[in-house]
Every structure is written in structure tokens, then in C-alpha cells.
């Protein structure tokens, strides 16, 4: 009987909660616990495992790279973050739909709210009263987070901390919010939650590793490695997962190797292998061990017997390119430097996955030869480190710009080299002539018998998988101006055919293709029209290298030809002075290219420049003698120039400096004419002063000056137009901006030219397509809640649109106004149809508390215009025009 009460009474309260809990209208504790039972057991539950996965899916994606220092967290990788999206929206679709169902904002009714006790008082005022809301926030923050949507993240977490300042849940919210902050590099914001938090009384014991390693995060990311270690070694001193054990330890052994403290990093690397990490950490610990052991402590010959045996290990033969670095590694700290040559060259060889290997190792190479210095083998090492590195790569825009200053550079060697090599066959007799180049072509035979049969090798060791044969690296180059015969000059035989093909046409991508001797490529400089210069050079791309014509054509074998060969080579050798001075540093050689063309081309038209590039080098070397020597021939033979007048006259510049005060007084007499309201006087003098000196900084004042005068003699509308011209014209000047402030006068006075203006330049400014992809936008200000809104559109999208995949992104557009942008659609139509039908659903605008705020379609390419043009008014007038 008993029994038979309890069921009917535990079937009573299902029944009752049924029906009362359907309801977020209503406060009582039936639907309390209704609402927080549904969104705990069901909503949220479903919404975690799904951040779960994704979190499991991230930790399987992710791939170190161990050339670097490690991150502290894997989740800045824009690859992590496209792969676990679907999980995440997952998430935020769970966590969107316990919000909009679940959450109970309404007050509890009550007698008499006078004579509530405190605790009651507290309660009443919650602005949310289903206990998971909250933690749905979370969640969803966490979700955006990890898709690198760090705009919703932010606005998430701070409507956490904007109405839910008494939960526990504040605590996790800030240290998301921290993180956020270091993701956007916003570390000053980072930095004041993280004291914030470190210093709050009663913080969560769970949460102290994660706000350690959040701190180490932050300091990591600003190259600041001692706090990271400071927070590291705190973080590790606490109770954590076996995975982020390792990890941090890993990090901690790497920034100790990079701080110097070599016998820690050794120590460490050492607790790695102990904690039985994955394989591939454990063999860069290994090899970081042996490095870091080598460097401080131990014997050479250990270390490499240590790094050899590794290489015979069956596991280890996709890692083959990291270990002989490493032993490139090791023969350079030892100062063999050929050793360490052939070791990088076997990294490169065996590299067959590691791309990031790779580049390093070319790019090691490059430095190596670079700082030799052997330039031409060094540009071959930085093209191939440029073609393989990412434009994110570190110090990549340095890297790139050696490779551009070596590429000129080589350019003109090779110019100079082959000038120099024909003009000296030009010399010989013509049976001479014809054995040498017979000679030439038997070489060329035999070299392509040794590609092909280094070529089948190749191929065979693909197909029984050994990996690819190097090719081999160009031989060095001898780079003096005692130039050696250019025929006989492999590298720079290659090099111009490399050059050739840039411009004629492309060829197969291959590692150092320019050791293969296919062709021989001809520098000429023809002109435009493809008409031929007297004594230009034309190559016959119908002969074949193996014939005696292809040879005799770059012969100059009348005057004509060997007058331009020499302007060509004089020419060269000046490039090569200024690339080695002003570009590469490299004093000794530009001294050697600017002397050689003084030697061979004495009245070279470069002569002058030539004298005062080596008048400033004598003088940074604190060469009197030769100072003295380079400034009486740029006297003696150029007085009338610049230079001349510069180091014969000390007062040079104060003359200049003269010539300068008479513009300013011209400038103030025409300002004095102005305000006494001489205007065509100032109309004259102004344009005088700008034909006169078009280059002077005080133009801009002029023109101002012009322009107001034409203002008082002309009427409105030419006047609107003059200004605008200044400030196109003279773009953040003092000018602009006054002509900038007396248009803004003028729009109040006269809103009917600014209407009419504005309509020109948004035609102007915007195309209208209707057959691309668009976007529908919320025009809104910043000042307003734009959370609630964004959870409407989400709302209205689940309902409507599930399956498009719709995105929403939230974007600056000026310092008052945000974008809310829906993206994306395949037309103007279906972006149209869209918003007209959320324009329709008036459950979207509910609870926003904007009432300015405007919707519109806009193409991806005008956004982009809309963007750069900051100003939602000119576009909407666009838009009102065309859709």
C-alpha cells in the first residue's frame, strides 16, 4: 500500500512538472527545478560532450613544431580551429537553444518585497534564476574561442561578468577572457585580469594551474622567456594532467636551452624520455639532449656516436633530416665547417615529409654561406628557403629581401661574368675560337650523360623508397672581378638559365634546379617592341646548345656588339658596387667592383657616383688619406655637382638653407596679401610660388591659400570642390584637415551639395553585381547590447536557415558603428530573400534596445570598400539606389 502511494505520487509531481515547467513565464520552484533539471541533464550534457570531442579531435590534429619553442596551448593553430568547427557549432547550438528555452528572467512573486530577509532579497534580484545559464555562457564563449571567433568569445564572457557578477562561475569567465586578450595580442588587458585573478582572495585551487599556465602563455608569446619559466615551473609544481606534464616540461627545457642554462635544459629534457612521452617528443628530446649535453658538458664524439646510432634505427628513418641537422649542427659548434656543410646537405636530402625541416636546413645553409662570404651559393639556399617557408615564418620579410638583394646581385655577376668571358673569346683567332667551343660542347655531352644517369638513379631510389638523391649544390663561384670563363662557370651557366626561364617561360619544380645543365640562357635587353638594338645579342631559341652557332651568336664579333657588350658590363660592375654597399654591407667587395670599373672604363658615365660611394666608405673607415684622394677627383672632375659643392663648400648647405627662408618670406608676404583681402594678388603669387618650387614642403600652405582665396571669388560649389582637392592631394596635413573642418561647416550650411556629393562618390565607390556573394548586415552602434541581438539572429537562423551553415561575424567600422554581419550568400538574391524575411520576424529586434539600427545586403567586394571607406551613410545611399 505503501509502494502504491509513493508511484502515485512520484507520477503526480512528473505531471505536474510536465505541465508547470513548459514555461519560462513563470518563477516558481516547480519550474526552477523543471528548467535546471531539462538544462543540466539534457541541453548542456549534450552541448559538453560535443566541446569534448572537439577538444579530443584538436588534441589528435594538432602538430608541434620542434624547431620552436612549443606553445603553451595548441588552440592557436587556424588549422585546430577549422578542423573542430562543427563540433563547436554543435556547442553553440546547444548551448544558444538552453538560453532561449530555458532561462527564467522573470521575478518570483512575492507578497511584499519589504519584508524579504537578505538572502531572499539577493535572490530576487538575480537577473537570471535557472543555475545553468550561466554555464551555458561559458561554454558557448569556450566554443567561439576555439573557433577563433575572439570578437563573440569577448562579448560572450563579458555579458558573463556584466549579469552574472555573483556566481561562481566568474572566476573560469576571466581567465577565458585572459586568454582572449593573448590571442589578440591585447596583453596590456591580459595582463590586468591575470593580477586581478592571482591576487583575488579564496581563488579556486582547480583553476591556479590554468591561470599559471595562462600567465607562462602570455609571457611566451611576447619572447619574454624567464616569467615563463617563473610560471612554468609553478604551474608544474601543482597537480596536473600526465599530457600538460610533459608539455610544459618540454617548453621548460627548451627555454632553459635558449636562456643558457644548458645543464637544466639536459635535466629536463632527460625527465621527458622518463614520462614516456609519444614518439616524436621523445626523439626531439633526445636530440635537444644530445645538443644541449654536447654544448656544455660532454665529449663531440659522443654526441655524434649518440645521434649515429639513431640513424640506424628502423623508427627514426622519417626523422633521418632532424638528426643529420643535428650533426650539421654539432660539426659547426666544432668549427668544421665542410663537415657541417655535407651533414645539412644530407638533412635536405633525406627530408621526404618535413617540409619545416627542410627550410630550416636551406636556410642554415644560406646563413652559412652568406656570412662566408659566398653570395651565389647563398642566394641558391635562400630561393629555396623562400619557396618552402610560410610569410608568418619569423624574420620571413628579412629572409625574403636577402634573397631579392641576392638575386640582383648574382644578376649582375653574371652579367659581368659573361661580358667578360665573350669579349675574351672575341680575341681569339678563329680556329681558336671554334676549338674552344668544341671543347664546350663535349663538356655539356658529358654533363648530361651524368644528370641522366643521376636522374634514373633518383628514380630507382624513389621506387625502392630511400628517399631522394641530392642533386648537389652549385659549385662555388669565383666572385672577383678577375672573373673566370663564364662557358666553364657552372653555377653561373645555371643561374642564367634560371633567369632565362623567369622570363620566357616556366619549368618543372625541382630541388636546386639550377645545378641542371639543360640550356644556356642569354642576357640581353631588347627592346619593348621586340625590335633589336644595334649591337644587341638576339638568342635563336631554335639552336640547340651542342651546335657551334648557339655559341658563336653571344660573340661580339663586330664593334658594334663589343661596345654594347661593355655597356653592359660596366654597367654590371656598377650595380654590384651599389648592391655590395648599400644592400649587403660588404665593404671589401664594393670597393673591389667600383675600383675594377674605374680600371677598365674610365670615363664610365657612373664615375661620379662611383668616386663618392668610395669617398663615404674611406670615410666610415676613417681613411684620411683616401677621403682626401676620392674628394680632389670629384673637385677636379665634377665641380659643377652636387657632391662637388658639398665637399668644397662648407657653407653649401646653409646657402641652400637661404634659398629656403626667401620661399617662407614669399609665403608670409602672400598670407598678409590674403588678409587684406587681396585675393587675386594671393591667386598669383600662389600659383607663381608653385610652379616655381613644386618640390618645397610649404606647397601645401600655398595651395590652402589659393584655394580660400578662390573661395571668396567663386561661387559654393567650386569652392566645395577645391577643397576637396586639398584634401585628397595633401592627405594628413595641417591643410587637409582645415579644409576638412570648413567643409564640415559647409555640410551644415548647405546639405544639399553634401547629398549630391555623397551620391557621386558612393557611385563612384561601389559596383553593383548582382551574381556574387553577398551578406546581410546589421548596421549597429557600439554603445548598444549587441549580444542579445546576436543570440536572436542565432535563434533565427536554427530555425530557419539550419542547414546553410550560416556565419556570424562581428566587425569595426568606425569609432560609433559595428557591422553584425550574416554570411554568406550566393547572390544579391538570395540575400535579399533572407532579409526580407528576418526583417519580418519581429521576435529578432525584441529585447534591443537600438532603434537606429539598419539592415542592408552588401557584396563581399563592396564590404571590403566599405571597410577601408569606414562610412555606412555613403553606402546606404548605394544601396537604397540599387537593391
Keep these: 500500500m505503501k509502494s502504491l502511494k509513493t508511484t502515485i505520487f512520484v507520477a503526480l509531481l512528473i505531471v505536474l512538472v510536465t505541465f508547470a515547467g513548459c514555461s519560462t513565464q513563470k518563477n516558481t520552484p516547480v519550474t526552477r527545478f523543471y528548467h535546471n533539471l531539462t538544462s543540466k541533464y539534457n541541453v548542456l550534457f549534450n552541448g559538453t560532450e560535443s566541446y569534448n570531442k572537439g577538444i579530443k579531435k584538436m588534441e589528435e590534429t594538432f602538430e608541434d613544431d620542434y624547431s620552436e619553442v612549443l606553445p603553451v596551448f595548441i588552440y592557436s593553430d587556424p588549422k585546430v580551429a577549422q578542423a573542430i568547427g562543427s563540433d563547436m557549432d554543435r556547442t553553440i547550438k546547444k548551448t544558444s537553444k538552453l538560453i532561449s528555452l530555458h532561462s527564467i528572467t522573470v521575478k518570483p512573486k512575492v507578497k511584499s518585497t519589504k519584508n524579504l530577509s537578505a538572502k531572499e532579497r539577493e535572490f530576487f534580484n538575480k537577473k537570471e534564476f535557472n543555475s545553468f545559464v550561466d554555464n551555458a555562457y561559458l561554454l558557448m564563449g569556450k566554443a567561439h574561442f576555439h573557433k577563433h571567433e575572439f570578437g563573440l568569445a569577448t562579448e560572450t564572457f563579458r555579458l558573463i561578468l556584466n549579469d552574472f557578477k555573483n556566481e561562481p562561475v566568474v572566476d573560469e569567465t576571466q581567465l577565458w577572457l585572459a586568454r582572449t586578450y593573448n590571442e589578440t595580442g591585447q596583453y596590456k588587458s591580459a595582463e590586468e585580469i591575470l593580477n586581478l585573478l592571482a ?114 634505427d628502423d623508427k627514426n628513418l622519417d626523422y633521418r633530416d632532424q638528426i643529420y641537422y643535428a650533426l650539421g649542427d654539432l660539426a659547426a659548434k666544432e668549427g668544421n665547417r665542410q663537415k657541417a656543410i655535407e651533414q645539412y646537405k644530407k638533412s635536405i636530402q633525406y627530408s621526404t615529409q618535413n617540409t619545416d625541416q627542410k627550410a630550416r636546413s636551406y636556410l642554415t645553409l644560406a646563413d652559412l654561406f652568406y656570412y662566408l662570404p659566398d653570395y651565389i651559393n647563398a642566394k641558391v639556399y635562400y630561393d629555396s628557403a623562400v619557396a618552402l617557408l610560410e610569410p608568418t615564418y619569423k624574420n620571413y620579410d628579412l629572409i625574403n629581401s636577402k634573397s631579392a638583394n641576392l638575386t640582383r646581385l648574382v644578376n649582375e655577376v653574371i652579367t659581368f661574368t659573361l661580358e667578360d668571358s665573350v669579349q675574351r673569346l672575341a680575341t681569339l683567332s678563329e680556329q681558336d675560337l671554334l676549338a674552344f667551343i668544341d671543347q664546350i660542347i663535349e663538356n655539356v655531352r658529358k654533363e648530361e650523360d651524368l644528370n641522366r644517369q643521376k636522374e634514373q638513379e633518383r628514380l630507382l631510389n624513389e621506387q625502392f623508397g630511400r628517399g631522394m638523391v641530392d642533386q648537389g649544390i652549385l659549385s662555388q663561384v669565383d666572385q672577383t672581378t678577375s672573373a673566370r670563363w663564364y662557358f666553364y662557370n657552372d653555377a653561373a651557366k645555371n643561374l642564367g638559365y634560371k633567369e632565362f626561364k623567369l622570363k620566357w617561360g616556366n619549368r618543372k619544380l625541382e630541388d636546386h ?337 537600438d532603434p537606429s539600427v539598419q539592415i542592408m545586403t552588401i557584396s563581399d567586394e563592396n564590404l571590403r570598400i566599405l571597410l577601408e571607406d569606414k562610412s555606412t551613410d555613403r553606402y546606404l545611399k548605394f544601396y537604397l539606389e540599387h537593391y
Excluded at 229 to 252: D, G, H, M, S, W
Excluded at 625 to 649: D, G, H, R, T, W
Excluded at 663 to 681: C, H, S, V
Design 199 to 312: 591576487h583575488k582572495d579564496a581563488f579556486p585551487v582547480k583553476l591556479l594551474a590554468p591561470l599559471y599556465a595562462t600567465y607562462a602563455d602570455y609571457h611566451l608569446k611576447q619572447n619574454d622567456f624567464n616569467p615563463a619559466i617563473k610560471y612554468l615551473e609553478k604551474t608544474l609544481a601543482l597537480k596536473i594532467k600526465k599530457n600538460n606534464k610533459i608539455r610544459y616540461t618540454f617548453i621548460l627545457a627548451q627555454l632553459y636551452q635558449k636562456s643558457g642554462d644548458l645543464k637544466k635544459a639536459t635535466d629536463l629534457y632527460g625527465q621527458v624520455i622518463r614520462m614516456n612521452p609519444p614518439y616524436t617528443m621523445a626523439f626531439n628530446a633526445r636530440i635537444n639532449r644530445a645538443l644541449t649535453y654536447q654544448e656544455g658538458f660532454g665529449s663531440a664524439g659522443e654526441i655524434e656516436q649518440e645521434l649515429l646510432k639513431m640513424l640506424k
Design 513 to 849: 634546379w639550377q645545378r641542371q645543365n639543360k640550356a644556356m640562357a642569354v642576357f640581353t635587353s631588347g627592346t619593348e617592341n621586340g625590335e633589336t638594338e644595334p649591337g644587341e645579342v638576339v638568342q635563336d631559341k631554335q639552336l640547340s646548345n651542342k651546335t657551334r652557332e648557339y655559341y658563336l651568336q653571344h660573340v661580339p664579333r663586330n664593334d658594334s656588339m663589343m661596345q654594347a657588350s661593355h655597356k653592359r658590363a660596366e654597367n654590371a660592375l656598377y650595380n654590384m658596387g651599389i648592391i655590395y654597399k648599400n644592400e649587403l654591407k660588404d665593404y671589401d667587395k664594393a670597393k673591389e667592383s667600383f675600383k675594377e670599373l674605374l680600371k677598365r672604363y674610365p670615363l664610365s658615365e657612373h664615375r661620379l657616383s662611383a668616386y663618392y660611394n668610395l669617398y663615404i666608405m674611406a670615410r666610415e673607415e676613417s681613411d684620411q688619406a683616401l677621403m682626401y684622394s676620392y674628394q680632389q677627383k670629384i673637385v677636379a672632375e665634377f665641380p659643377e655637382s652636387a657632391y662637388a659643392k658639398i665637399l668644397n663648400n662648407p657653407n653649401y648647405l646653409k646657402e641652400i638653407e637661404s634659398e629656403e627662408k626667401k620661399i617662407i618670406r614669399q609665403y608670409e608676404e602672400t598670407y598678409d596679401l590674403f588678409k587684406m583681402g587681396n585675393y587675386p594678388a594671393v591667386i598669383t603669387r600662389a600659383s607663381d610660388a608653385m610652379e616655381s618650387y613644386p618640390e618645397d614642403p610649404l606647397i601645401p600652405q600655398f595651395d590652402y591659400l589659393r584655394v580660400l582665396a578662390l573661395g571668396k571669388t567663386s561661387d559654393t560649389k567650386a569652392f566645395r570642390s577645391k577643397l576637396n582637392d586639398i584634401v585628397e592631394k595633401y592627405p594628413g596635413t595641417e591643410v587637409s584637415d582645415a579644409s576638412q573642418n570648413i567643409l564640415a561647416y559647409m555640410n551644415k550650411e548647405h546639405p544639399e551639395l553634401l547629398e549630391e556629393e555623397e551620391k557621386i562618390i558612393a557611385e563612384k565607390l561601389y559596383e553593383y553585381i548582382e551574381n556574387t556573394r553577398h551578406n546581410v548586415a546589421f548596421v549597429t552602434s557600439k554603445k548598444s547590447n549587441n549580444n542579445q541581438l546576436t543570440f536572436n539572429i542565432i535563434n533565427f537562423n536554427l530555425d530557419n536557415f539550419d542547414a546553410e551553415n550560416l556565419r556570424i561575424e562581428t566587425v569595426e567600422i568606425n569609432a560609433m558603428q559595428s557591422l553584425l554581419l550574416i554570411k554568406s550568400f550566393r547572390s544579391k538574391t538570395e540575400s535579399v530573400d533572407y532579409l526580407n524575411l528576418i526583417r519580418s520576424d519581429e521576435k529578432v529586434l525584441r529585447d534591443y534596445d
